[in-house]
């Protein structure tokens, strides 16, 4: 259970550090793809064993490695185009509900069951999401069709991501590889971000500032740890991944709403209250009934 813990908590200093990125003027991209290299370093570091390259190509969950790097950075921009256009409750629903794919995924794909009061408990989770992460309408919302089809599209790519990270941890990934292969994902998404910047803005490559690099490597270690602690939880015997999945996911989001408050003084209307009444019953009953 303390892996589940500290995967969260490194979830949501993430979403401090992303905060801050704005108070500092850092470019978030760049800061992307530091961060990413920073996670590959850590990775190793913790893995701390030599990975000749030879051995590395045979690792059966290479191509899965491979394509979760391309995904992350894919739904990153996703995630920035939802929040630009339609607001970042919008992008942040879309995201955290996404965690209905991998439930159902784990039902089907793994057997696993849930007890009546674990499945009203995920119910009541999906609910605690929305009301948590809600924000009252604002003026001058972009609302062609094209454009709502992003958080359609954010939703489906962030539970793709979390239910190939299960597929992988359960089918492939041995045990003691856990920080090589979190290592290898975050290489190939700071590989793609830079192919990214070479097709659309070649000359930004050299324009890296001290503040962006910084602001890369404070994000990539807990970017690394947030998914290294996850894949342990993913191990534990007293749930399965369908109620890792729903705490993970219900508790980023109540644990970011009270940082904000804390933090960075956000106001939060009633529905926002009622979301994280909601995320507390719903962790009670998925956790310990």
Known sequence: MWDLIW?????????????????????????IIINYFTALGVGLLVYQQPVPLGELSQKTWLPGA??????????????AATSQRLGVSVASVATKMSLAIPVIAGLILYDEHLNPLQFLGIGLALLAVYFTAYKEK??????????????????????IIDTSIKYLQETRVPETEYPLFSA?????????GIAALL???????????????????VLGIPNFFSIFFLLRALKFDGLN????????????VMLTTLIGIVLFKESLSPRNWIGILLAIISILLISFL
Not at 66 to 79: S, Y
Not at 138 to 159: I, Q
């Open 7 to 31: 995967s969260v908590c490194c979830s949501s200093i993430i979403f401090v550090v992303f905060k801050l990125f704005k108070t500092y003027k850092a470019d978030t991209f760049h800061a």
């Open 66 to 79: 491979i394509l979760l790097g391309g995904f992350f950075i894919l739904i990153f921009n996703l995630m």
């Open 138 to 159: 604002r003026p001058g919302l972009n609302t062609e069709p094209r454009t709502m089809l992003l958080p359609l599209l954010v939703f489906l790519g962030s539970g």
């Open 184 to 192: 290898i994902v975050f290489g190939f998404a700071g590989f793609t």
């Open 199 to 217: 097709i659309k803005r070649p000359e930004t490559l050299i324009r890296f500032k001290a503040v962006n690099v910084l602001g890369g490597i």
């Open 241 to 252: 991944s369908a109620s890792i999945f729903t705490l993970n996911n219900v508790a980023i």
